[in-house]
């Protein structure tokens, strides 16, 4: 794929790559939990969620399959080849549809849904990131994700 900020709009509207699996573990939830100071039993408390969930056990946490995002375009590097540098600029929506279950395999389809020029040098890009657990029929989370890619920090 070409992706500069010259071909950009062409790609508007297309989904343009899918992830590698992830598993997420148990130690995932665990440490998101921490620095989220997110205590919630049904993250991680392993015991009382097999005998009181109504998922048979621990589920991620939403906010970590939205935070996957970021993981997955680094993996796959996803930047325009003549910028420099991306900041996130923000969620523009996110919904959590589908529970997912500690341990499942869950990857990224990522769609083009837009690209702004921003001033010298500077667009901002608009992806929609549908995390896809493995075996459900509906996607866990689906992400508009906003990038302000710079072509140089300078300007």
Known sequence: ?????????GLIGQELIVSDWLTLTQDMV??????????????VDVARS????????????GFLNMSLVIYFSHTLDFQPRDTVYGLNYGIDRARFLTPVRTGTRVRDHVAMTGFT????????????HTIE???EEKP????????LWFRDLES
């Open 30 to 43: 665990d440490k998101f939990a921490d620095a989220t100071k997110d205590p919630d039993w049904m993250h």
């Open 140 to 147: 866990a989370a689906v992400v508009d994700w906003l990038v």
């Open 117 to 128: 020029p921003r001033g010298e040098g500077r667009y901002l890009m608009k992806s929609t």
């Open 1 to 9: 794929m070409d992706f500069t900020t010259e071909t950009a709009a």
């Open 133 to 135: 657990g493995e075996g």
């Open 50 to 61: 097999e005998r009181e969930s109504p998922y048979g056990g621990t589920i991620v946490q």
